[in-house]
T-cell receptor, first 117, second 115 residues
Framework: AQKVTQAQTEISVVEKEDVTLDCVYETRDTTYYLFWYKQPPSGELVFLIR??????QNEISGRYSWNFQKSTSSFNFTITASQVVDSAVYFCALRLNSGGSNYKLTFGKGTLLTVNP | NAGVTQTPKFRVLKTGQSMTLLCAQDMNHEYMYWYRQDPGMGLRLIHYSVGEGTTAKGEVPDGYNVSRLKKQNFLLGLESAAPSQTSVYFC??????????????FGPGTRLTVL
């Protein structure tokens, strides 16, 4: 069975600090997808990124970057020069590509990030 | 495009009452899902559908029923509400699992309180 662990329950930083949110996953499948979602205080879930298991290239999008390492089963998310608007709960999720399980998105329990001015 | 919409946004029920949550998507997605989100538990899948006329159980299906009569709509029913069903309910949709763009898009959520 697959599992996603976000060991950091809460993180608090001061604006302009860099912060990394950790995500460790478990699966026996060789083909899978990893995702990050943001849930701001308003409550909606916003899709941030998808990564497939064959693409270990790191990705950067503005102040956001993602580090995918299959060797350690990790898909960490870094926010550079954090801003108050980054305050949210961030979820990491895993989706398999196998026929019977490709519908299922397994979520971590989330990390609450608070960015203080 | 409206994306994924949910009706209602808030609801208070008394124990034993019934209600239906409506989810609609305009992205022509094959798959649709209902999740519940509880403090400290993350999101848990209640039921899902891989196409019009089909539904299946997720992780926590007890006490809920679903129907998908049209591709764009997915209904979640509570026949006899219980306080344990107090939660925030999210609907999501996606293209079928093996497509490249298979990320799930979520609705804004429905906050349900059962007294």
């Amino acid at each position: 069975a697959q599992k996603v662990t976000q060991a950091q329950t809460e993180i608090s930083v001061v604006e302009k600090e860099d912060v990394t949110l950790d995500c460790v996953y478990e699966t026996r499948d060789t083909t899978y997808y990893l995702f990050w979602y943001k849930q701001p205080p308003s409550g909606e879930l916003v899709f941030l990124i998808r990564r497939n298991s064959f693409d270990e290239q790191n990705e950067i999008s503005g102040r956001y970057s993602w580090n995918f390492q299959k060797s350690t089963s990790s898909f960490n998310f870094t926010i550079t020069a954090s801003q108050v608007v980054d305050s949210a709960v961030y979820f990491c999720a895993l989706r398999l590509n196998s026929g019977g399980s490709n519908y299922k998105l397994t979520f971590g329990k989330g990390t609450l990030l608070t960015v203080n001015p | 495009n409206a994306g994924v919409t949910q009706t209602p946004k808030f609801r208070v029920l008394k124990t034993g009452q019934s209600m239906t949550l409506l989810c609609a998507q305009d992205m022509n997605h094959e798959y649709m899902y209902w999740y519940r989100q509880d403090p400290g538990m993350g999101l848990r899948l209640i039921h899902y559908s891989v196409g019009e006329g089909t539904t299946a159980k997720g992780e926590v299906p007890d006490g809920y029923n679903v129907s998908r009569l049209k591709k764009q709509n997915f209904l979640l029913g509570l026949e006899s509400a219980a306080p344990s069903q107090t939660s925030v309910y999210f609907c999501a949709s996606s293209f079928q699992g093996r497509r490249v763009g298979n990320e799930q898009f979520f609705g804004p959520g429905t906050r349900l309180t059962v007294l």
